[in-house]
């Protein structure tokens, strides 16, 4: 018995010795663990370790083969064809087949009956077939899009795993989904078949969840977190030594939305005051500790090959110009208006404080309305009931994806923008085949939206990671990720 | 007996009440479940998929109908939110709590029964003026900011507990207890301030009475008077509060929670209210009213045990 004992607790220190153990923070919970279901990019940032698509994205921002070994594209771009990576499993050890892709694919675009849950594949699927002879998929678009490929990074899932994709979820990627205890943790364990040889390297992560900045602070402090992500530039100096910090742009935009069907903001006169009334320098400096980079469209210098340079100082601070439009406008003693921000986000929080004392100097009285996320997203996102908010677009993979806020159909078009030469130009930008020639038409279309003003655009708030100086390999990305796989301990 | 019997009627109408005010509250305040849920990168076909599934498009009364109905049937429905079983949610979080009431009752006895008797009887004198003066600061700061102290004093410079965090007690009963201690510190504080003040004022009042010049005149130790005598009378107010403290632990003690990042009831019920996730919320309602309403029963039923003269019919 205690000879036992004692072998027990050998075999705990070896454990606790070797077994590598990584504990991550997360501001929330998560929403759905079935892939194809979760939307909020919370979720995204974790179940990355989790899931994978026939595409992955990496932290360049290219879409590199994962499920799929490589791919065709036919020349009228209408047909894909996917050949599956030989021996990929899937975490509970069973091979991936072409039918658990079409399975999922179909699941996605609702060919299989349900709801679907994509709304670009619901619209544009037309069939998947699945080929096990020579281990394929084939999928048929009803017109072409080339922006559709970044679509193939949605989650492939096993067939026979269908009753238990939103408790058990199973996928290919280089952690194993262990539990899930709401207002606690996430727990993942490395997968030992992973396709990549190599990786992941540590062989526990937990995922846990805090929500107050103080307390997180504390844990980390204390050890307790190893990564502690977006940490806030304010706590930095609090901080001491035996800390790694590294930061880089994190691909979202800032802005202060104008709501341009009401008034005044309905005078492009009036949006362009505001533009000339506020000083982003000034913004970075007080909210971002400097941490930020200027912007001057919808649009991050991290997507490099789309950004547009030399657009973010295109209205220069400037209270006499601001003044000037104001008056052509109509509203030479100003006006008064409400920004409403949504107080879970501190940062735009502080930022709307500086920008009230800013639009102050041109005449314009604002007032801050607090609301709680829920409200936000139901009444401002949803019901376009506002005047002006502060908000922060996160990263998406394509500069489509990214612009497609401003069509005047989309039904997120929260700002009420519109305008005929941006959504001509956004059409053909989507349409156009020649990638040169798209990547301009993307590029023109975010001098459009600086030249038009549908909202002020402010700075990508550097993403800001402190961790445990004894790590390494941690890779920032431009979307919503917070991949482990190459994280080690030194 | 008919007291009793009266007492739990006006109990299940209590209930009754709270949660159809609730529940068409969420009627008239802004906010959505789905959009909460999915936030502001959601598809517009997950966003319709998962409206569907939920059946929000049912009219309010009809789906309080229906949720008395399976409540009847001990079905609590399902969370929105995290899409559990709103039974197994409050469950889960409910050692947490339990251990926390616990936890910080003890202390708040252990700390503030001694002191209040002591506060009392050196009323007036160096050492009473001082009692005063630290209840009065425990009452005036934030449990918040006595958390935060507590964990850079305890965890972050002294290392003695970690911060943060639980650990449950199948996982490692001794840490459990651990985790729990810190915060059950930061919820006794200002609460052994209150049992102090109250067990004061009442040894005091009790004091002046007859019985006690008696007790004395009988050839009585002041240490005899005050056992056999005086605590039981003065002890009945601190009852009253003692109760009001637990039904508070009980329901929640979501700033400590918050603090400490423990997975209690507090936190649940915020996040479900933030989240307009009903069914949750009304789970939780329902929960906290019996826990209140069945505390007070009890102190009812204690006070007759302390002081048999009581009579209720």
């Known amino acids: ?490 | 007996m008919y007291y009793y019997l009266r007492k739990f009627i006006a109990m299940f109408f209590t209930i009754i009440i709270v949660t159809l005010i609730t529940f068409f509250s969420f009627e008239i305040i802004p906010g959505d479940p789905v959009l909460s849920k999915l936030g502001i990168d959601a598809d517009e076909a997950q966003i319709a998929s998962l409206r569907a599934e939920l059946g929000l498009d049912m009219p309010i009364p009809v789906r309080y109908i229906k949720w008395v109905g399976n409540i009847l049937k001990g079905d609590l429905g399902e969370s929105v939110r995290f899409s559990l079983p709103v039974y197994d949610l409050i469950k889960t979080r409910l050692p947490v709590t339990f251990s926390l009431m616990i936890i910080s009752i003890l202390i708040t006895l252990a700390v503030g029964i001694p002191l209040g008797i002591l506060s009392a009887k050196y009323n007036n004198r160096i050492g009473g003026f001082f009692i005063n003066f630290i209840t009065q600061i425990f009452l005036a700061i934030p449990s918040f900011w006595v958390g935060i102290m507590l964990i850079m004093i305890f965890g972050v410079i002294l290392k003695w507990f970690s911060p943060g965090g639980y650990v449950s007690w199948s996982e490692n009963p001794a840490e459990s207890i651990k985790s729990v201690i810190l915060p059950s510190v930061a919820i006794a504080l200002p609460n052994i301030a209150i049992v102090i003040r109250y067990l004061k004022n009442s040894v005091l009042e009790q004091m002046k009475k007859d019985y006690v010049r008696m007790a004395y005149s009988k050839g009585l130790n002041s240490f005899r008077v005050m056992k056999n005598h005086v605590i039981r009378n003065a002890v009945i107010p601190v009852i009253t509060v003692l109760g009001m403290i637990i039904s508070s632990v009980l329901a929640g003690s979501l700033i400590v929670e918050q603090v400490f990042t423990l997975p209690g009831i507090g936190r649940l019920l915020i996040s479900a209210i933030g989240n307009r996730d009903l069914p949750l919320v009304e789970g939780m309602i329902l929960y906290i009213s019996f826990t209140v309403l069945f505390i007070n029963f009890i102190i009812d039923i204690l006070y007759k045990f302390i002081d048999p003269r009581i009579k209720y019919d």
């Open chain 1, 1 to 490: 018995m205690k000879k036992s004992i004692i072998f027990l607790s050998f075999i705990l220190l070896f454990l606790s010795v070797f077994g590598s153990s990584l504990t991550v923070r997360i501001p929330q919970n998560i929403d759905f663990l079935d892939p194809h279901k979760a939307a909020a990019s919370g979720t995204d940032e974790v179940m990355f370790n989790v899931f994978e698509g026939l595409l992955k994205p990496d932290s360049q921002g290219n879409l590199n083969p994962a499920v799929a070994e490589n791919y065709t594209i036919s020349q009228d771009g209408l047909t894909f064809k996917f050949f599956i990576r030989k021996n990929i499993k899937f975490h509970d050890g069973s091979y991936v087949t072409p039918d658990d892709v079409k399975y999922s694919l179909e699941r996605l675009s609702g060919l299989d009956g349900g709801p679907g849950y994509n709304s670009a594949m619901i619209s544009t699927i037309k069939s998947v077939t699945a080929d096990k002879n020579d281990n394929s998929v084939t999928v048929i678009l009803k017109t072409a899009d080339t922006n559709f490929l970044s679509n193939f990074t949605k989650a492939v899932i096993p067939r026979h795993n269908d009753q238990y994709q939103n408790s058990k979820p199973i996928g290919t990627g280089p952690f194993k989904f262990i539990s899930y205890q709401p207002d606690q943790n996430i727990l993942l364990e490395k997968f030992k078949d992973y396709w990549k040889t190599g990786y992941p390297k540590v062989d526990k992560v937990e995922f846990k969840i805090i929500s107050d900045e103080q307390a997180a602070l504390l844990s980390f402090m204390a050890g307790n977190i190893d990564i502690y992500p977006r940490i806030p530039a304010q706590m930095l100096d609090i901080l001491g030594n035996n800390i790694k910090i590294i930061s880089g742009g994190q691909n979202l935009v800032q802005l202060m939305a104008m709501n341009n069907a009401r008034k005044p903001f309905d005078d492009i006169r009036v949006r362009q005051a505001v533009n000339y009334a506020l000083n982003k320098d000034e913004i970075i400096e007080l909210a971002a500790l400097g941490y930020g980079t200027k912007l001057g469209s919808n649009m991050s210098p991290v997507m490099a090959k789309y950004y547009q340079e030399g657009l973010e100082n295109y209205y220069s601070t400037n209270t006499e110009k601001a003044k000037e439009l104001l008056k052509e406008a109509g509203y030479p003693k100003g006006f008064s208006t409400t920004i409403t921000v949504p107080s879970v986000y501190q940062f735009h929080v502080d930022t709307a404080q500086i920008i009230v004392e800013q639009l102050k100097k041109v005449g314009i009285n604002a007032k801050i309305e607090l609301v709680e996320w829920g409200v936000w997203l139901d009444r401002v996102y949803a019901g376009r009931d506002y005047d002006t908010t502060i908000i922060g677009f996160t990263g998406k993979l394509s500069a489509y994806d990214v612009l497609k806020r401003y069509e005047s159909g989309y039904s997120r078009n929260f700002m009420n923008y519109k305008s005929e030469v941006f959504d001509n130009m956004f059409k053909k930008a989507y349409a156009e085949i020649d990638d040169k020639i798209s990547t301009d038409l993307y590029k023109e279309l975010q001098v459009i939206l600086t030249e038009d003003a549908p909202a002020v655009f402010i700075m990508d708030p550097n993403f800001i990671i402190a961790m445990d100086e004894n790590i390494d390999g941690y890779e920032i990305y431009p979307y919503y990720v917070q991949d482990m796989s190459t994280v080690y301990f030194k």
